[in-house]
């Protein structure tokens, strides 16, 4: 993730913190990957089962949400382009 960011010339210097801890991007990634990805996540709703699921109050689902869309969804665009998945 860290090489993807760095290759558009970008750097993920500092994790974003929810709920006064350092939100864990890869498990993020994974847990709506789990689920079907950012698309099946957003039509079904399910960001509160998310945040649940990293151990968060299902309210933090709209941060996590937010996270999301701004440092993995494109490098989840990018694996899909690409198919590495």
């Known amino acids: 993730l860290c090489?993807?960011?760095s290759?558009?010339?970008?750097?993920?210097?500092?994790l974003p913190i929810?709920?006064?801890?350092?939100?864990?991007?890869?498990?993020?990634?994974?847990?709506?990957?789990?689920?079907?990805g950012m698309t099946t996540v957003v039509e079904k709703?399910?960001?509160s089962e998310v945040a649940?699921?990293?151990?968060m109050e299902?309210?933090?689902?709209?941060?996590?949400r937010t996270q999301y869309i701004k440092?993995?969804?494109p490098y989840e665009e990018w694996k899909e382009s690409?198919?590495?998945?």
């Open 7 to 14: 290759k558009r010339g970008q750097e993920l210097e500092k």
């Open 3 to 5: 090489r993807f960011w």
């Open 52 to 55: 649940r699921a990293m151990d």
């Open 58 to 64: 299902s309210s933090h689902g709209s941060a996590v």
């Open 18 to 36: 929810i709920a006064q801890a350092p939100l864990d991007v890869c498990r993020l990634y994974h847990e709506v990957r789990l689920r079907g």
């Open 71 to 73: 440092i993995l969804l």
């Open 45 to 47: 709703k399910m960001w």
């Open 82 to 85: 690409t198919g590495e998945y």
